[in-house]
């Protein structure tokens, strides 16, 4: 058999997406962290925010003077510098900055509530000046500890976030290693995450934590966006509603016109209809990331330990109401739409009714006019043929005195009161072949 080259490609054209969808599944590749390590977790709101602005800033970065926008087209980028490596990621609402650093000495496992900004290999407020709105930032450390006692090693982690409250879990089926946080905000404006794992964990593996974790707390914070607006919400809708009633009672009970109910249900129809349109996204976009959240957390496939919240039990009894408030809330709003589309369509079948017998009631007036216009004209027709008789005798008295008058034995009188019988037969059977002729559909 004859070999081909490597370049034969024994298929059709490719499809103009093939390439890039395939590579989708390649776009965000997890970081490979070698323990122990220090990841620096920053997401801001990219409203209004440019590519070529997050390009200028990264270029701030030493030696990437030459990167330019182009660089950043596949909305990934990860940069290696000497000693530390800078992950940018853009998403359709934020943008994401992940440095992973070595762990300075000073914050090892044991020491209580360790201070780690001024350990940070960036160059100075080159976190201050990144382009956006800060919605996220987290310090992530992850270092080698001993898992047999799981409670001895979270004992040393509630000493390392500061004596807080910790939620905290054992991950993966075989416990390979152990989260700790407590969720609290510091005066840096960071939260704080520990990760524990044993020495023989792969740098792949490390990276998926990281990636977990972090993702976890990101759209869980995204999730959390529509909450204050389903809040702001609750009294438009309690407002909306109560009007509805009211015009669903007066349509029962025939309290008022159908203008006024008319003018008030489109006004509010307007008002549901661009409380949908403003918000309609931002519950979609809720649900899209409280599914992330559900889905990474099972992804940890988190082991409790004894007396301590799991990050999924955490989420469950804080997170849960308020998703479940937006969804309510959602559902409010689009079952209000409904029932005002419901409300406008029996308006709209009291109206057609009402102009039914409107219609009815005008044709019927009608119809007496025909009636009465037949009658009048049947009078009038009757005079018709009197006065036509009439003349038409007139005339043949004049004839019979003009043949008297030449001598011929005639009585005009006689002869016009003789002729009357047959001119009135003559000109109602006249009459009559011009109505049936009007009335022929030839």
């Known amino acids: 058999m004859q070999s081909q080259p490597t370049s034969y490609r024994p298929l059709p054209a490719d499809d103009a997406l093939r390439i890039e969808l395939h590579n989708e599944v390649h776009a965000r590749p997890p970081a490979r962290i070698r323990l122990p390590a220090l990841v620096v977790f920053v997401a801001v709101f990219n409203d209004g925010i440019s590519r070529e602005q997050e390009c200028e800033h990264l270029r701030s970065l030493p030696g990437q003077e030459s990167l330019t926008p182009a660089d950043l087209q596949g909305h990934f980028l990860r940069l290696r510098l000497p000693g530390y490596t800078l992950k940018w990621e853009r998403h359709t609402e934020f943008s994401r900055y992940s440095l992973v650093q070595p762990l300075p000495e000073e914050a090892r496992l044991g020491t209580r509530d360790p201070e780690l900004l001024s350990h940070l290999v960036l160059p100075a407020d080159w976190l201050a000046s990144i382009p956006g709105r800060t919605f996220v930032a987290i310090k992530l450390i992850m270092l080698h500890g001993d898992l047999s006692e799981p409670q001895q090693t979270l004992a040393l982690a509630r000493t390392w976030l500061g004596e807080h409250t910790v939620v905290a879990s054992q991950m993966g089926n075989n416990g390979h290693s152990i989260v700790a946080t ?205 006065a036509i008789s009439y003349y038409v005798v007139s005339l043949l008295l004049y004839l019979g005195k003009a043949g008297k008058a030449a001598g011929l034995p005639i009585n005009p009188e006689i002869l016009a009161g003789a002729f009357i019988p047959l001119v009135l037969w003559g000109a109602w059977r006249t009459t009559r072949r011009i109505h049936e002729k009007l009335r022929s559909p030839d």
């Open 182 to 386: 407590d969720f609290m905000l510091r005066d840096s404006g960071f939260e704080r995450m520990l990760v524990v794992a044993p020495p023989e964990t792969t740098e792949t593996r490390a990276g998926r934590i990281s990636q977990r974790l972090l993702e976890i707390e990101t759209y869980r914070l995204m999730a959390l966006r529509g909450l204050p607006v389903a809040k702001q919400l609750g009294p438009l809708l309690a407002e909306s509603e109560r009007q509805l009633a009211d015009i669903t009672a007066q349509l029962e009970n025939k309290g008022a016109t159908d203008q006024a109910l008319l003018d008030t249900l489109v006004s509010l129809a307007a008002g549901v209809e661009r409380a949908t349109a403003e918000h309609a996204y931002r519950f979609a976009a809720t649900r899209a990331y409280d599914a992330l959240v559900v889905q990474r957390i099972a992804e940890l496939r988190e082991q409790p330990i004894p007396g301590t919240q799991t990050i999924g039990e955490f989420m469950q009894r804080r997170l849960s109401p308020a998703m479940g408030t937006v969804a309510a809330t959602a559902q409010r709003l689009a079952s209000l739409s409904e029932r005002i589309s419901r409300a406008s369509a029996l308006l709209r079948t009291r109206v057609d009714i009402a102009t039914e017998v409107q219609n009815q009631q005008l044709l019927e007036k009608l119809t007496r006019g025909q009636e009465m216009q037949l009658r009048l004209q049947a009078t009038v027709e009757g005079l018709s043929i009197a």
